[in-house]
């Protein structure tokens, strides 16, 4: 389940502070955040479209400076998971219908993943799940109250594979330290990814933050929950590596 995270290209991102040392004066202008994503641009399917318009109003939240109320916003108290960046939403759905005893908060910024997990949601009537279209750091900052999620998933971010750009991942110190604080004692995170590199920087990342500890020693066996994606099918049968961390927030 890739994250909506393109490799570089030689367009500038605007929505991450360029490499390149800052022009005179522009120290007078306030800098952007690093943000969790970066858009790209993607063709609608003709059901993504229809799925947008008619099951969106229900599913698809709106994003504003106000803590969430879970009970409210899925009918009943159950444990909830955020999943940052679930691509088209395929493993996402499948997750919500495995476990119909937990709700399911999705981040993506990408347009047609939005629409396509709205579609599987129609079609397979999975009631568990609500979507957020916005940039997951601002809603964990804003909207997710402070030790309320059961768990996390961030299933195959974008790698960043040019060494110039790994300080665009996603697993970052600072960004792991707020996360946690939003997990409640006990709760989960869970990372995956395809770029052995990467794992060891999530591996050492969360080893290192406080309030987490690991739940194996070094990398997770792969959980049943999460199922095998096609790209990851195909890359085993390659002899591709896939690294899962599953780590706990102390009690």
Known sequence: MTMS?????STPDPATPSDEPQASGAAEAPRRAIRSFV????RMGTGQVRALAELGPRFVLPFKPAALDFAATFGRDAPVVLEIGFGMGAATAQIARSLPDHDFIGCEVHEPGVGALLKLIGEQDI???RIFQ???VEVLEHMIPPATLA???IFFPDPWHKKRHN???LIQPAFVARLVQHLRPGGYLHCATDWEPYAQQMLEVLSAEP???NTAAGYAPKPDYRPLTKFEARGLRLGHGVWDLVFRRKI
Do not use: Q, Y
């Open 5 to 9: 995270l393109p490799s570089p290209t």
């Open 39 to 42: 858009v790209r641009a993607g």
């Open 127 to 129: 009631p568990n799940i």
């Open 134 to 136: 916005h940039d997951a």
């Open 151 to 153: 768990g996390v998933h």
């Open 167 to 169: 300080k665009r991942r």
């Open 211 to 213: 309030l987490l500890e």
